[in-house]
C-alpha cells in the first residue's frame, strides 16, 4: 500500500535540497531583484548630444546602454511644443486629419472624430478630447 504522508516528507526534503543546492550556486537566487552585482557602469551624457559617429561606434554598435540628461534643454524647436498658441500658429493651414476619442476610459463603442490638429488644440483644453494618433507628421 502506498503511503502518501511518506512520499510528501521525501519530496518536499528533495524539494529543499534542490532549492539549497540552486541557491548556492547563484549567487543572487532569492534575493530582490537587483540586489546582486556585477552592476555595469552605465554612462550619462549631458547638455549634448555626441557626435553621430562617436554615439554610433560606442553605444549602438557595442550595444551599450546610454544615459542622456538635459540634452534637449536649448534646442528651439522645444519652445513651439510647450504652448498650445505657437503649435496652433504651426497647425493653421495644415489639413492633415487626426484621431481623436471623445472619452478617457477606452470604449470600443464610443465616437472616433477626425478633425484637424488644429481644431483639436482649439478644443481640447474645454471637451472630453484625446489624441490617439501618432506624432503628427509636420512635428516629425
Same mark, same amino acid.
Given at each position: 500500500?502506498?503511503?502518501?504522508?511518506?512520499?510528501?516528507? !521525501?519530496?518536499?526534503?528533495?524539494?529543499?535540497?534542490?532549492?539549497?543546492?540552486?541557491? @548556492?550556486?547563484?549567487?543572487?537566487?532569492?534575493?530582490?531583484?537587483? @540586489? @546582486?552585482?556585477?552592476?555595469?557602469?552605465?554612462?550619462?551624457?549631458?547638455?549634448?548630444?555626441?557626435?553621430?559617429?562617436?554615439?554610433?561606434?560606442?553605444? !549602438?554598435?557595442?550595444?551599450?546602454?546610454?544615459?542622456?540628461?538635459?540634452?534637449?534643454?536649448?534646442?528651439?524647436?522645444? !519652445?513651439?511644443?510647450?504652448?498650445?498658441?505657437?503649435? @496652433?500658429?504651426?497647425?493653421?493651414?495644415?489639413?492633415?486629419?487626426?484621431?481623436?476619442?471623445?472619452?478617457?476610459?477606452?470604449?470600443?463603442?464610443?465616437?472616433?472624430?477626425?478633425?484637424?490638429?488644429?481644431?483639436?488644440?482649439?478644443?481640447?483644453?474645454?471637451?472630453?478630447?484625446?489624441?490617439?494618433?501618432?506624432?503628427?507628421?509636420?512635428?516629425?
Amino acid at each position: 500500500m502506498f503511503n502518501y504522508q511518506i512520499f510528501v516528507v !521525501v519530496f518536499l526534503h528533495l524539494n529543499q535540497m534542490c532549492l539549497f543546492s540552486f541557491a @548556492s550556486e547563484h549567487s543572487g537566487h532569492l534575493k530582490p531583484f537587483g @540586489s @546582486s552585482g556585477p552592476f555595469e557602469q552605465i554612462d550619462q551624457l549631458t547638455k549634448q548630444f555626441p557626435d553621430p559617429i562617436l554615439f554610433f561606434n560606442n553605444y !549602438v554598435s557595442k550595444s551599450r546602454p546610454v544615459v542622456f540628461r538635459q540634452v534637449l534643454t536649448d534646442d528651439p524647436l522645444l !519652445v513651439l511644443w510647450n504652448d498650445d498658441e505657437q503649435l @496652433s500658429e504651426l497647425f493653421f493651414n495644415n489639413q492633415d486629419i487626426v484621431h481623436v476619442e471623445t472619452r478617457k476610459k477606452e470604449n470600443r463603442q464610443q465616437d472616433i472624430l477626425e478633425i484637424t490638429m488644429n481644431e483639436f488644440l482649439q478644443r481640447y483644453q474645454n471637451e472630453e478630447l484625446y489624441l490617439v494618433e501618432e506624432v503628427p507628421s509636420l512635428l516629425r
